[in-house]
């Protein structure tokens, strides 16, 4: 990865659409050769900010640049960097499977040979199937075919494991990784926190229209929840003070009988031995790590997968 380099640069995008504000000032930067995920709640603005990078929507206002190239000024140079990945694969019924992969090659200079890209995304078997009659999990691997064909540098991947099986779904995820590994910057807007843990170099998390964090996962969790949250509880006063000033501790939080600490480093370790030592009882230390989905729920206030509708 290299974000000295950027590949796709956004600066201060705003769209309104009748009155809804769907970006209200988004900035980006996309390293090269990074895969970069794009998480948050439904309505947050991942798919808008998408196709206004892909040239699809026009922003209001802002500016965009994929390696360099403004989408709105020069759609032809977009289209030979930038492959994007349909949301919806949607594509005649009828149109088999290795003349819709010569359709879109076709577009291109110098594409990946057909068959090849079959080979790659594995649908070689289903070289002669009609589109209707393909799995979802076909025509997702179908669509990412069409999106490659071209040799893009810059691959734009929205939901692109959504109805897969476990199976299939790694089997794309090993996809996305080996296509990282040959070089190319991989956008992906995923709503699967193990999804965006396992493959993402970096991620942006979206709330309302903004970005609200962007970080490695590991990072985003760290400055969020911080490393784990242990969980007792006690028989009379909490010492909420004295817990406060343990070493690694950066929260309290007090419900009841139930005593939760956040913090880092070896906190039980810590947290029992004070208690020892101020003789105070306890029982029932549970020890939770601190995950993406935590993260996710205390930076847009919405479960991951939740709607920002439902807040
Ligand atoms: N064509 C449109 N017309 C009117 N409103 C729109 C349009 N496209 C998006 N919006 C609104 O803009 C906001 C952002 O939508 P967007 O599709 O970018 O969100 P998203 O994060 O991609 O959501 P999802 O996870 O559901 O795909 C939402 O409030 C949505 O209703």
């Given at each position: 990865m290299n974000v000295a380099t950027p590949a796709i640069e956004v600066r201060q995008l705003r769209k309104t659409y009748r009155g809804t504000t769907a970006l209200d000032g988004v900035d980006l930067t996309v390293g090269?050769?990074?895969?970069?995920?794009?998480?948050g709640p439904n309505g947050a603005?991942?798919?808008t900010t998408v196709e206004i990078i892909e040239g699809l929507?026009?922003?209001d206002s802002g500016s965009v640049h994929v390696l360099g190239i403004d989408p709105f000024a020069d759609r032809d140079a977009l289209r030979q960097v930038l492959g994007a990945q349909l949301q919806e694969s949607r594509l005649p019924a009828k149109l088999r499977v290795r003349e819709a992969v010569k359709l879109y090659a076709s577009f291109y200079p110098d594409p990946v040979p057909v068959d090849e890209m079959l080979e790659r995304v594995g649908l070689t078997d289903k070289r002669s199937t009609?589109?209707?009659g393909l799995s979802g999990g076909q025509q997702q691997r179908l669509s990412i075919a069409l999106a490659l064909v071209g040799r893009p540098k810059v691959a734009i991947l929205d939901e692109v494991t959504t109805g897969l099986d476990p199976t299939a779904r790694r089997a794309m995820w090993q996809t996305i990784l080996d296509l990282r590994d040959s070089g190319l910057t991989v956008v992906l807007i995923t709503h699967f926190m193990e999804e965006a843990e396992r493959l993402c170099d970096r991620v942006a998390l979206m709330r309302g229209g903004r970005i609200v964090a962007t970080d490695t996962t590991g990072?985003?969790?760290e400055s969020t929840v911080g490393g784990q949250r242990v969980t007792f509880?006690?028989?009379g006063r909490v010492p909420v003070a004295d817990l406060e000033r343990l070493p690694g501790v950066t929260g309290v939080e007090v419900d009841g009988s139930t005593v939760h600490v956040l913090g880092r480093g070896d906190l039980v370790t810590a947290i029992t031995g004070a208690l020892h030592g101020w003789g105070v009882g306890y029982e029932r230390v549970r020890v939770h790590q601190g995950t993406l989905d935590d993260a996710f729920l205390q930076l847009t206030g919405t479960a991951a997968g939740r709607t920002e509708e439902d807040r």
């Open positions: 090269t050769g990074e895969i970069f995920g794009i998480l603005g991942k798919t929507t026009s922003p009609p589109f209707e990072g985003i969790i509880d006690v028989a």
